[in-house]
């Protein structure tokens, strides 16, 4: 070796040990360890419950519990997707050729719970039962898994949506006379709640009380509550309302006064506003507190109510997303406008901790921040495009799970990929996010036709493909192509959804990313395209979906595309992603669900 490459090595190594030394040291009183060791992690699939942790890793479902090791529990013959966790028990759908079978794991075996034939939506597992949508002769039913056989609730004359489980108790939508209506099973029979006059959404169910939304039309809604004897209308039903929450006898939810977006919170008693009238959306509710983004001083703020009087948990121009609560336990994640860092914090005990901190043009993302009482846990993607489940929580490290000194990409050993991190980054010219959305909020991009804002829905995929997820990669929104099942195969279009303009001015080598969960027939019936331009008019394609083939995602893909042709050193670039329908004959698929959109380049 000659002395320049020897010299060139000892910097590197220096560089590695610095790095190390600056590297995720857990806060005093924590310890944060990675769980898996796998290059295979499911970014979308993640699942937490007490002291346990579920995820997928080559497909397979994998359950972690504190002090433990990580078992596999599915078989390892198919493809496993959409994992939920409660109490020991866990249900994940797998893919296993053109049946799609629901699976259910006791603490002990798996075993199969749905048909098979078709595909099972909307799914929930509550106190060792399971709930889903199965369709049956072309219409939703709701069908429960009671923990030793499967049965129907449903008659099967009315289509019917995604089912909620609470104990012994389930709550759904049926259409009824082309109007939702809000049915009610106590464990016997099945009542309805709702009025009939009006179509209900944002169903909610807990310990056997019911919440949802109303439409009275015009952008007019109502919030009911049903204690489980009577109902109590809770608004006034001139304004517009989102987002109903339902913990327990108490009910939150964002409305509409004088064209800013407020958090209303009822107690059981009576109902008050908790935001201070700037404009709030994305609000949680768990165990009589709430949480929410307000808009306060030109950012979006982190607001929390503990029950008694409300904090301001951030202060800061940073995006804030990945929100999940449990009880007084509040995690999130907060993305650098400008310094291209990611952070992820925990609020208990009216003290702010910052977990973990990393470089996301060096060292990738973070994903899928999620709490219970005991943990927190969230998935990290490397510079080596490995996902790693890591968990955080009070306490000293496990010598089982530490790796061992020099493991930069925390896969449990230390290698050639550790060091080739170190050097990219100390001899390479990092990238830097120029802009990025996480859907949290609507960013009021331009949509066309069926083109959509909002939480999916878990649907479609009854003709062909894979349903929509039920969140977004990140957070509960997405943009999407019907949120609420497939897409019409009428022919029309392109329908375009179009962001930006974003200034790429001092940028080259600049690149697209966004998280992407697409199911589409062929480009000879579905016409599908990523398209960008510098004036607005002129459009490139840098991507389509094949002809010949339809394009079938039952995970979020991360999918990134060379811009520079058209976006390098540009002040004004637009991003859009069409749809459109040539053929009657075409497939009926769920479409397009995008989250997590960012523009990335180098400085000049």
Known sequence: MSKRMNSRLVVVLSALSLFLSNGIAAPEGWVIQQISNGGMIGPGFLAVHGDQVAYTDGGQVMIWTVGQQPRQISSGQNDCSEIQLSDGTATWREINGDQRPLMFWDGQSARQISSGQTQPEGFQLSDGKVAWIEHIDGKGQVMLWDGQTTRQLTNGMNNCYPAQLSNDTMAWTESIQNKFQVMFWDGQTTRQLSSGQNSCDQLQLSNGKVAWREDLGSNQYLVIFWDGRVGHQLTSGQTYCLDVNLFDGKVAWTEQIQDAYQVMFWDGQATRQLSSGQGSYEVQLSEGKVVWMEWIGGGSQMMYWDGLEGHQLTKN????????????????????????????????????????????????????????????????????????????????????????????????????????????????????????????????????????????????????????????????????????????????????????????????????????????????????????????????????????????????????????????????????????????????????????????????
Not at 427 to 447: F, S, Y
Not at 550 to 565: M, P, R, T
Request: hydrophobic share 35%; glycine share 10%.
């Open 317 to 604: 121009l940073k995006e804030k997303n990945d929100i999940h609560m449990s009880n007084d336990r509040i995690v999130w994640r907060e993305v650098g406008i400008n310094d291209r860092h990611q952070y992820i914090y925990c609020w208990e005990n009216n003290q702010k901790t910052l977990l973990t901190v990393i470089d996301a043009s060096k060292s990738g993302h973070i994903f899928n921040c999620q709490i219970t009482s005991t943990l927190i846990s969230w998935i990290g993607l490397d510079s080596m495009d490995d996902a790693q489940v890591f968990v955080a929580m009070k306490g000293e490290t496990p010598a089982a799970v530490k790796g061992p000194e020099g493991d930069v990409n925390r896969d449990l050993k230390v290698d050639i990929q550790d060091l080739a991190i170190v050097s990219a980054n100390w001899l390479g010219k990092a990238k830097e996010r120029i802009t990025g959305e996480t859907l949290d909020r609507n960013p009021g991009w331009v949509v066309q036709g069926p083109w959509e804002f909002g939480r999916p829905t878990g649907m479609g995929g009854t003709e062909k493909g894979f349903a929509d997820p039920q969140a977004g990669v990140t957070g509960r929104n997405v943009y999407g192509v019907n949120l609420y099942g497939d897409y019409s195969t009428k022919v029309g279009g392109p329908y375009c959804l179009t962001a930006g303009p974003f200034d790429c001015s001092g940028y080259e080598k600049v690149g697209l990313a966004f998280a992407r969960w697409l199911n589409t027939d062929s480009a000879e019936y579905v016409r599908c395209t990523v398209e960008v331009s510098n004036d607005g008019s002129q459009w490139q394609t840098v991507w389509a979906n094949p002809a010949g083939a339809g394009v079938f995602d039952s995970v979020w893909q991360a999918v990134s595309y060379d811009i520079e042709a058209v976006a390098n050193g540009q002040a004004k670039v637009w991003v859009r992603w069409t749809h459109r329908i040539l053929s009657d004959r075409a497939f009926a698929c769920s479409g397009w669900n995008i989250d997590d959109v960012e523009v990335w380049g180098e400085r000049k």
